[in-house]
């Protein structure tokens, strides 16, 4: 099994702010998926990332594979209420591998 | 709505009871995913079909697991003697294909008394 670590596991900021989380693994992807799970719904896909060294924006967030395909950042910048968020990365192909997550909270 | 759809969306049920849940995929994925969520972790993988045959089970996957998807269509996974530790948040995913992107469901949330 691919271990897939995120840090940091709670964040916690004001809204307008910015804020990064990491999916680090000693394995190499083929590719990685973020998403985000709000409670008591299932992850929704937000993007992935293929090529070491991609960049992908999506609005205010920005997605970082590594150039190693080991491992990944997840940026958002002046994040808003509704950023508030279990931030989940995946990679491992068919069987995907989830890390614990970060939870996101974006204060008003 | 053609995304996931997951049916029920909650269950509370006393243990040693048999429960089962019901995944809808997307219309036109022929691969379809079963993952269990427990509290303050990611999904965990379970089980996964391309049609109606099973192509693998994790070692989460008990013998009182079972997951059918007889048409190829929908999945049903039956819990059998439940136990107070499988209390989770169960989620199916489907995909085009192998390697495609998955999509997931909105879950079912078992409570284990």
């Known amino acids: 099994t691919q271990l897939l670590e995120q840090s940091p596991q709670f964040l916690s900021i004001q809204e307008g702010e910015n804020l990064t989380v990491y999916c680090n693994s000693s394995?190499?992807?083929?590719?990685l998926q973020w998403y985000r799970q709000e409670p008591g719904e299932g992850p929704v896909l937000l993007v992935t990332?293929?090529?070491?060294?991609e960049v992908k924006k999506l609005k205010r967030l920005t997605f970082q594979f590594g150039d190693a395909r080991k491992d990944s950042s997840l940026h958002i910048t002046a994040a808003q209420p509704g950023d508030t968020g279990l931030y989940l990365c995946?990679?491992?192909?068919?069987?995907?591998?989830f890390g614990a997550g970060t939870t996101v909270t974006v204060r008003a | 709505d053609t995304g996931v759809s997951q049916d029920p969306r909650h269950k509370i049920t006393k243990r040693g009871q048999n429960v089962t849940f019901r995944c809808d995929p997307i219309?036109?994925?022929?691969?379809l995913y079963w993952y269990r969520q427990t509290l303050g972790q990611g999904p965990e993988f379970l089980t996964y079909?391309?049609?109606?045959?099973?192509?693998?089970k994790s070692r989460l996957l008990s013998d009182r697991f079972s997951a059918e998807r007889p048409k190829g269509s929908f999945s049903t996974l039956e819990i059998q003697r439940t136990e107070q530790g499988d209390s989770a948040m169960y989620l199916c995913?489907?995909?085009?294909?192998?390697?495609?992107?998955?999509?997931f469901g909105p879950g079912t949330r078992l409570t284990v008394l």
């Open positions: 990332v293929v090529t070491g060294g």
């Open positions: 995913a489907s995909s085009w294909d192998t390697y495609n992107e998955q999509f």
């Open positions: 219309s036109e994925h022929n691969r």
């Open positions: 394995s190499v992807f083929s590719s």
């Open positions: 995946a990679g491992g192909g068919y069987k995907l591998s």
């Open positions: 079909f391309q049609n109606e045959a099973q192509l693998e």
